[in-house]
């Protein structure tokens, strides 16, 4: 089916009469239209036209499609015309790019709708998008687009835990800690990581934990004595001593990008030790504090 208004821009970029030519199929009994959508009068009649196509020739239809609503989006300026557009290019599929500039810049529009259906709370078109948006990387993609292949390998990673595929997460969380140039690149699969392991093996997951952090600077013992705890509370309880409780509402944000991870892994270690390791909850606790006190609070 096609609204009206996506049929008008389309037609504008493509410079043909779609218009017309659905409405001669409306009068023929081919076509309906009801509040501005053209659909087929029957599921079959689609089926049959689409058949009739050589698959090439689908492809590309689709795809001349997408990229002529991809324009219109800058006009248009809604998500429901970027999906759509984003939708046809993914249906003409890597085989109708022609460079591999195109074929990044797709990449990149599937990375946007990703995020976009994300925030709508949609992890299931998400991932879609994202891989989809991965299957038009070229060879050489981890050197040649660096940040638009972590962004997407990532961005699918965290849909891929969501809808519980877990297969997928292994793959692509793998592909991220075997490429990624950096670990402080590799912090958000990792996390992922440990939630995934929090569903089924808390030991594993508590373990990952903390080796992050150790790995990261912010080291945590396997096991603490009694007085080594009541050492820690009476430390922080001193650094916080100067401030009102006012003063921590309005305390500066965190900004450094590998601590705010840190406090996150921290975080989901908290909720972990408290089920799997509670001797060590107390000291993960203070952690977070001293470093909120330290370096402001996490978002």
Avoid at 138 to 161: G, M
Avoid at 238 to 257: G, Q, S, T, V
């Amino acid at each position: 089916s096609g609204k009206i208004t996506f049929l008008e821009a389309l037609e504008g970029q493509i410079k043909f009469p779609l218009v017309e030519l659905l409405d001669k199929a409306m009068a023929v009994g081919v076509l309906d239209k009801t509040n501005g959508c053209y659909s087929f009068s029957h599921d079959r009649l689609q089926e049959v036209a689409y058949k009739l196509m050589k698959p090439e020739d689908r492809c590309l239809y689709h795809f001349k499609y997408g990229v002529a609503l991809v324009a219109c989006t800058v006009e248009c300026n809604g998500d429901e015309m970027l999906f759509t557009a984003i939708g046809q290019l993914n249906r003409g599929g890597p085989a109708a790019v022609q460079d591999a500039q195109q074929a990044a810049q797709i990449s990149h529009l599937n990375l946007t709708a990703g995020r976009k259906a994300m925030a709508n709370g949609d992890f299931t078109s998400a991932y879609t998008f994202f891989d989809n948006g991965i299957s038009f990387l070229r060879r050489r993609h981890w050197k040649e687009h660096y940040d638009l292949s972590l962004n997407l390998f990532v961005s699918a990673a965290k849909c891929a835990l969501f809808i519980n595929n877990l297969v997928s997460l292994k793959y692509l969380s793998q592909q991220v800690l075997t490429f990624a140039t950096t670990y402080e690149d590799k912090l958000e699969v990792l996390y992922i990581t440990v939630l995934s392991l929090s569903s089924f093996a808390f030991p594993q997951a508590i373990d990952k934990a903390i080796s992050v952090l150790s790995n990261i600077g912010e080291k945590i013992s396997e096991s603490y004595t009694e007085s080594e705890i009541i050492s820690s509370m009476e430390q922080t309880r001193a650094i916080l001593e100067p401030y009102a409780d006012e003063n921590l509402f309005c305390h500066k944000p965190m900004e450094d990008r590998q601590l705010i991870m840190a406090m996150k892994f921290l975080a989901t270690l908290e909720l972990l030790t408290q089920m799997g390791r509670p001797a060590l909850q107390p000291i993960v606790t203070i952690k977070m504090v001293q470093l909120s006190i330290k370096y402001g609070m996490s978002p």
